[in-house]
């Protein structure tokens, strides 16, 4: 037994002490701090939550979050999926190319992102003009300044984050157990569903995990595509920061989204080791 | 064992494949008997598992045709030949049970339920595995996967089960044991197996037939007895079994190194009688290894079996190496 | 804010220390590495406020060129105090922040009259010295105790004349109207001069708007959301103009000419009701550069430092003085010129300083 102050205070300890220090400080100082002004700001109790049963715009704003988040993580994971599994399937040289353009994709910022989005598809953007021109329609679409438009903006921005781990699992399975398959008489369809897809859904769990909880921050995409008309909570936490000055709403409201992500990876840990969902080894 | 299925015949009529400017099989020509234990045998490149994949559908043929039974398979996709595959590394479902691994090939044929029940237990009898039918894989030993993959493979009766160097991932014991097993449900079930190994003692325990591949062509074909009594080139000599080579006359002979007699200098007595002095002498237990430098031949390999006669020759000692006429094969190799 | 500080000091010592060699280069180093997370944030910060220097808490873009050219020139020269910039948006709640956190960084902020009522309260803001500030050169009202307003903004509307070639829109009751006049039209989201205008649209008369009737207002901002997309900030409201996406628009009033210019005069500006906004400098509690502030004050109210601005931004003077002296054609521009004063109402900063939290989260509720 008067081995086990060894084990735990081990050299690696020593060496990463001063970062968990700092990460404390740094990271859960702050977290801390919100969780205090949820229930402080602006008299002490849980006077801040309640309002989530009593308000009912805050209920719709939550409401309009998630299910925001839920569908444009859907499309983008089934998107990333299919791009993933093309780049999977092609050669080396077009799979460096088309793992450049992804990354790529990431050095563009999300406001000119949104802004081409209006040059593209708003009211008189290039597309509804060409279709205009071509008389295909009389009056332009609403593609922007409206949910649908937050929606494009959105699964825009995160198709590369769903592709990256969806393109790790991919590339990890062995590519003998579908021939395997083949081999064994199922049709492709059968294979993809019944060998490929299961093989791969550590990296769609990851993926939409991913997906889901960045989307949840998403402020500019919504505030702009969305015509004002779409309030999502990081909005909202921002205008009652900056604007209204109800902190403890504010507090609050993050504090539930934090533990609104941690309930959600407490509950995939249910399903799966989380380790699996995050390429740390296999189970 | 009731019979399984019809075991088929396969044909491969000047199978060839290019990568490239790579030609990994070339124009060969292959007759596999219905109910055959049939061995690919090469090094690694030899074009062995090329042309495996082919006669699988994995791998499209450059030219030449590929019939099962006298009809063209050539075009047809590797779901629809019907063939039982067990590959290398095993490549079972990872996240399927031993049970649902087996049942696969029947359950995406979309068989009735109680079909497929009576038909998984009884492939799992046949590898014995009754007590792992709800395991996953990765809770299995190497030796256990390789029977789930073979039930897997044939629990559809294939006519023809296509086998990648399925025992090399065993170690060396149970390598044995599972080539007994494998020879022996061969026997019972009589489907044609295509074993492709780099192992020519596998080769010689299970196989009717064996062909040696090199560079993509058929170096030799044959029994096991044949091909290692009448190897016709130095490499079929020497890739199965050890042989020593001599030159006489323009031409080339094999000689297996246990088909000589060595005897102290002055005692040999035969047809063809050298001398030599002894390099090295190792023990074995079942043989004693000696290497004896003979003039103007070299060194020459020579196995005794270790009980006959009494202490080893020690290194340096004159000996006489004698044979029988017909132990030194002529091969076809120019000297 | 303070373990930020404490690290930025840390390093200051180290690097002294180091330099002097009584640290050695790894300790300095590690601390370096060990404040590198922290210091990324630290260093890309603002303007750093010390005495001797004014820091002036802007919006960006060509404010700052305008405020050195109209203000700090003259300031300086006057002074020899130079001035600095903030450029990231003295929004109440970074005021407040800055405030509660004890480090102070910014004099003056470039904000809203209705800021210095709030944060005022709130005990955020050093009161202005009028012994300095000069009540007389500002509008009547304008001059509150925390703040005081040095230009005006304000709310209007523009509309696509092809849209409406016969008979233009010129009141809120049409902008509200779309019947009379379809399309899309737009709205501020957070509520300023969007409420005003729904009353004055329902019938309510300039001069009885405050108390906003807020009920009253959201039902008309309501019954034409279907045809309404709202904008954040002044270049997006601008934006969805010359992109063509809204037949009429709310806009920053004195972003209008150039609209009109940048459409070539397809979208029109209406001044006819416009919402007339008093900005306000106001002074964070604490302020590093101290009473100087108040003498830099002083400086924007003068005449020349009100015009400059009109001509640099577009923005109204306050000063009585500056509003005579103001180009015949630059009048139809100005919203309080005096063609345009009987026409548009006086935002009341006192109503909006106490009521914006309730009003704007209403607001983003009937509107989201």
Redesign the interface.
């Known amino acids: 037994m008067s081995a086990l102050p060894r084990h735990v205070l081990n050299t690696g300890w020593i060496l990463v002490l001063?970062?968990l220090v700092?990460v404390v400080?740094?990271f859960l100082?702050p977290i801390v701090n919100i969780l205090w002004l949820s229930v402080s700001e602006p008299t002490p109790g849980l006077g801040n939550y309640a309002k989530l049963f009593t308000s009912?715009?805050l209920g719709?704003?939550i409401g309009?979050t998630v299910r925001i988040c839920v569908i444009s993580t859907a499309i983008s994971v089934a998107l990333g999926y299919s791009i993933a599994y093309a780049m999977v399937h092609a050669a080396d040289a077009s799979r460096n190319k088309m793992l450049g353009l992804l990354l790529m994709s990431f050095w563009i910022s999300v406001l000119v992102r949104t802004?081409s989005w209006?040059?593209l598809l708003?009211?008189?953007?290039v597309v509804n003009n060409g279709l205009e021109a071509l008389g295909i329609i009389s009056q332009p679409i609403s593609f922007?300044?409206n949910e649908l438009g937050v929606l494009i903006g959105m699964v825009h921005y995160m198709v590369p984050y769903a592709v990256l781990p969806i393109l790790a699992s991919m590339q990890s399975i062995?590519g003998?157990?579908v021939?395997?398959?083949?081999?064994?008489?199922?049709?492709?369809a059968?294979t993809f569903w019944?060998?490929y897809l299961?093989?791969t859904?550590a990296g769609i769990v990851a993926a939409s995990l991913l997906v889901f909880i960045i989307n949840l921050g998403f402020y500019v995409v919504p505030?702009?595509l969305g015509?004002?008309?779409?309030?999502m909570v990081a909005e909202?936490i921002s205008?009652q920061?900056?604007?209204?000055?109800?902190?403890g709403t504010a507090a609050m409201l993050a504090a539930l989204m934090l533990f609104g992500v941690l309930a959600l990876l407490f509950l995939m840990s249910r399903f799966m080791k989380l380790s699996t969902v995050f390429g740390g080894g296999k189970a | 064992m009731a019979e399984l299925g019809k075991s088929g015949s396969l044909q491969l009529k000047a199978l060839t494949k290019h990568y490239g400017t790579f030609t990994a099989v070339e124009n060969v020509d292959l007759e596999i008997q219905s109910g055959e234990f049939l061995t690919l045998l090469g090094p690694s490149g030899s074009g062995k598992t090329t042309l495996l994949m082919m006669m699988?559908?994995?791998q499209d043929i450059t030219s030449g045709d590929i019939l099962l039974d006298g009809r063209s398979i050539a075009a047809m996709?590797?779901?629809?030949?019907?063939?039982?595959?067990v590959?290398?590394?095993y490549?079972?479902?990872?996240?399927m049970t031993v049970r649902d691994n087996i049942a696969?090939?029947l359950s995406?044929?979309k068989r009735p339920k109680a079909e497929i029940d009576a038909r998984v237990g009884e492939m799992m009898e046949l590898v014995r595995l009754g007590d792992f039918a709800h395991r996953l894989p990765k809770e299995l030993s190497g030796g256990q996967q390789q029977r789930v993959a073979l039930a897997?493979?044939l629990c559809?009766a294939p006519p023809v089960l296509?086998l990648d160097e399925p025992l090399g991932a065993l170690d060396k014991n149970l390598r044995t044991e599972v080539q007994a097993q494998l020879k022996d449900i061969h026997h019972r079930i009589g489907t044609t197996f295509v074993y492709v190994t780099h192992d020519q003692e596998e080769a010689l325990s299970m196989s009717d037939r064996i062909v040696i591949m090199r560079n993509g062509h058929i170096e030799q074909l044959g029994t096991p007895t044949a091909l290692y009594q009448q190897p016709t080139t130095r490499f079929a000599a020497s890739f199965l079994g050890k042989s020593n080579f001599l030159h006489r006359d323009g031409a080339v002979y094999a000689l297996r190194p246990e088909k000589i007699d060595l005897a102290a200098a002055g005692h040999g007595q035969g047809a063809n009688k050298v001398a030599g002095i002894v390099q090295s002498v190792t023990y074995f237990g079942s043989v004693l290894k000696y290497q004896v430098e003979v003039l103007g031949m070299g060194l020459i390999e020579v196995d005794v079996d270790a009980w006959r006669g009494g202490a080893p020759l020690p290194e340096h000692s004159p000996v006489d190496l004698t044979w029988a006429d017909n132990a030194a094969v002529r091969l076809n190799d120019q000297s | 804010m303070h373990?930020k500080q404490f690290m930025r000091e840390s390093l200051l010592q180290g690097a002294q220390a180091f330099q002097a060699g009584k640290m050695g280069r790894r300790s300095f180093l590690a601390l370096c590495g060990?404040a590198g997370?922290?210091s990324a944030s630290v260093l890309a910060g603002r303007a750093e406020a010390a005495a001797g220097e004014i820091v002036m808490w802007n919006w960006g873009g060509q404010s700052e060129e305008c405020h050195t050219s109209a203000i700090g020139n003259a300031f300086t020269a006057e002074t020899g105090i130079p001035l600095k910039f903030d450029t990231s948006g003295p929004?109440?709640?970074?005021i407040?922040e800055m405030v509660d956190s004890g480090n102070v960084t910014a004099d003056v902020c470039d904000g809203d009259l209705f800021d210095a009522v709030?944060l005022g309260k709130t005990g955020h803001l050093e009161p202005i010295d009028y012994t300095v500030v000069d009540k007389a050169k500002t509008i009547d009202g304008y001059a509150l105790e925390f703040g005081v307003s040095i230009i005006l903004y304000g709310y209007a509307f523009m509309y696509d004349t092809q849209t409406y070639p016969d008979g233009a829109p010129s009141t809120w009751a049409d902008f509200f109207d779309t019947t009379k006049f379809p399309g899309?039209r737009s709205?501020y989201?957070?509520a300023n001069g969007s409420l005003e205008a729904a009353l004055m649209a329902d019938g309510v008369a300039k001069d009885a708007l405050y108390p906003l009737d807020m009920d009253r207002a959201l039902a008309k901002i309501k019954a034409i959301?279907a045809d309404t997309?709202?904008?954040?900030s002044g270049a997006?409201a601008q934006?969805m103009i010359v992109?063509?996406?809204v037949s009429m628009g709310m806009v920053w009033q004195n972003r209008g000419r150039s609209i009109e210019n940048d459409t070539n005069g397809r979208y029109k500006l209406v001044t006819n009701q416009a919402i007339a906004m008093p900005g306000a400098y106001i002074v964070p509690k604490g302020n590093p550069g101290g009473a100087a502030v108040m003498k830099f004050i002083a400086t924007a109210q003068s005449v020349q430092a009100q015009l400059d601005l009109f001509a640099c931004l577009g923005m109204t003077p306050t000063n009585p003085e500056a509003i005579a002296a103001l180009a015949e054609a630059d009048q139809p521009y100005s919203i309080t010129s005096a063609a345009n004063l009987p026409n548009v109402v006086m935002n009341d900063p006192t109503w909006w300083g106490e009521n914006?939290?309730a009003a704007?989260?209403a607001f983003?509720?009937a509107?989201?």
């Open positions: 001063p970062f700092l400080a740094l100082g009912d715009s719709r704003i309009t802004f209006l040059m708003g009211r008189n953007g922007m300044r062995d003998r157990v021939q395997a398959s083949r081999s064994l008489g199922a049709t492709g059968q019944r060998v299961p093989l859904r505030a702009v015509g004002g008309k779409v309030l909202y205008v920061v900056l604007v209204t000055l109800q902190w | 699988a559908g994995f996709p590797a779901e629809k030949r019907n063939f039982g595959m590959f290398q590394g490549a079972l479902f990872p996240h696969y090939p995406v044929r897997r493979a559809f296509l | 373990d060990m997370f922290a929004l109440q709640g970074k407040k709030a899309t709205l989201k957070w959301k997309i709202y904008w954040g997006e934006q992109n063509g996406e914006t939290d704007v989260n983003l509720a509107i989201s």
